[in-house]
């Protein structure tokens, strides 16, 4: 099983197109959770549809120090893992493609929402996702886009720019992928020593025991219960042999990324519980999302 690799915005155009087009966007590495989320695309766009894979490694999203140069570049077991999940195209483009005069003058900002949890840690991090994604979105062209939900605040200031900028693009979120242990599927995850691997598994612990906290009750969910019950599982693991570094947990509206008020019932409906971490030398960042005041919609 075999899918063309197109290398160039010429190439993309030149694509016979046919039915609807799903994009799913990665940076390569692919592993179970992009195949779940090609797999969503042929689901969307049906056996008459089109399913395009980008695989770009973009360098505007990584900050000095990050692991722009070490970060997995396997292409060739992408195309595999693509092909097998049901794509018709991936679309591997070369930076000097994507960014022909060099780093770009003009980029899209994503404002506060882009300045909150990950973009405090990664300053800049969201305004070089949005000019990447708002060029693929172009180039490509789609009906509709697939994010994971593993990367919620991506996801989000993705469909705010969406919305705010009159794309005529429908993006949807695909449920986090999980190992049989409750870690996230990443890339990253391929840099965890066995040691490092059982600390990262407080990062879904955490996230779990909250989502407990949330559902007990029958009254409004208490938001610092909720925090409190995570914050009981990462402490633990920081005294762990290797130790996790908390970066931050957050109990936020989805919306827009802002904390969730401490007094229960000031805010219902969805939110999202997020943690990010670093095991040795590996960042990684996990949530859950939940529903305040109602029934409980964790995945």
């Given at each position: 099983m075999?899918v063309?690799?197109l290398?160039?915005?010429?190439?993309?155009?030149?694509?016979?197109?046919?039915g609807?087009?799903?994009v799913?966007?990665?940076?390569?590495?692919?592993?179970?959770?992009?195949a779940?989320?090609?797999?969503?695309?042929?689901?969307?766009?049906g056996?008459?549809?089109?399913?395009?894979?980008?695989?770009?490694?973009?360098p505007?999203?990584?900050?000095?120090?990050?692991?722009?140069d070490?970060?997995?570049?396997?292409?060739?077991?992408?195309?595999?893992?693509?092909?097998?999940?049901?794509?018709?195209?991936?679309?591997a483009?070369?930076?000097?493609?994507?960014y022909?005069?060099?780093?770009?003058e003009?980029?899209v900002t994503?404002?506060?929402?882009?300045e909150?949890?990950?973009?405090?840690?990664r300053?800049?991090?969201?305004?070089g996702?949005?000019?990447?994604v708002?060029?693929?979105?172009?180039l490509?062209?789609?009906?509709?886009?697939?994010?994971?939900?593993?990367?919620?605040?991506?996801?989000?200031?993705?469909?705010?720019?969406?919305?705010?900028?009159?794309?005529?693009?429908?993006?949807?979120?695909?449920?986090t992928v999980?190992?049989?242990d409750?870690?996230?599927?990443?890339s990253?995850n391929?840099?965890?020593?066995?040691?490092?691997?059982?600390?990262?598994?407080?990062?879904?612990?955490?996230?779990?025991?909250?989502?407990?906290?949330?559902?007990?009750?029958?009254?409004?969910a208490?938001?610092?219960?909720?925090?409190?019950?995570?914050r009981?599982?990462?402490a633990?693991a920081?005294?762990?042999?290797?130790?996790?570094?908390?970066?931050?947990l957050?109990?936020?509206?989805?919306?827009?990324?802002?904390?969730?008020?401490?007094e229960?019932?000031?805010?219902?409906?969805?939110?999202?519980l997020?943690?990010?971490?670093r095991?040795?030398?590996?960042?990684?960042?996990?949530n859950?999302?939940?529903?305040?005041?109602?029934?409980e919609?964790?995945?």
């Open positions: 075999s063309p690799v290398r160039t915005a010429a190439e993309l155009r030149a694509l016979p197109r046919r609807r087009r799903a799913v966007m990665t940076m390569g590495a692919l592993h179970e959770g992009h779940g989320l090609v797999r969503a695309a042929r689901e969307r766009v056996p008459e549809g089109q399913v395009v894979v980008t695989v770009f490694v973009n505007l999203q990584f900050g000095a120090g990050e692991d722009l070490r970060y997995p570049r396997t292409l060739d077991a992408d195309l595999v893992v693509a092909a097998e999940a049901g794509a018709d195209a991936v679309f483009p070369p930076v000097a493609e994507v022909p005069g060099g780093e770009p003009v980029r994503a404002g506060p929402m882009g909150r949890l990950e973009g405090a840690s300053p800049g991090h969201f305004d996702v949005l000019t990447v708002a060029k693929f979105l172009h490509t062209a789609p009906d509709v886009a697939l994010f994971g939900e593993k990367d919620a605040q991506q996801l989000a200031v993705i469909t705010r720019m969406v919305r705010d900028l009159n794309f005529p693009v429908e993006i949807v979120g695909v449920p999980r190992e049989t409750g870690l996230a599927l990443s990253r391929r840099y965890l020593s066995p040691e490092e691997r059982t600390t990262a598994l407080a990062l879904s612990r955490a996230l779990f025991a909250g989502r407990d906290a949330a559902a007990r009750g029958d009254g409004p208490d938001p610092e219960e909720i925090r409190a019950a995570a009981a599982v990462l633990e920081e005294k762990a042999d290797p130790p996790l570094t908390v970066d931050y957050a109990l936020v509206d989805p919306s827009d990324f802002t904390e969730v008020p401490a229960p019932g000031a805010h219902t409906g969805e939110a999202v997020a943690v990010a971490a095991v040795g030398t590996t960042r990684l960042i996990d859950v999302r939940l529903r305040l005041g109602g029934t919609e964790a995945r």
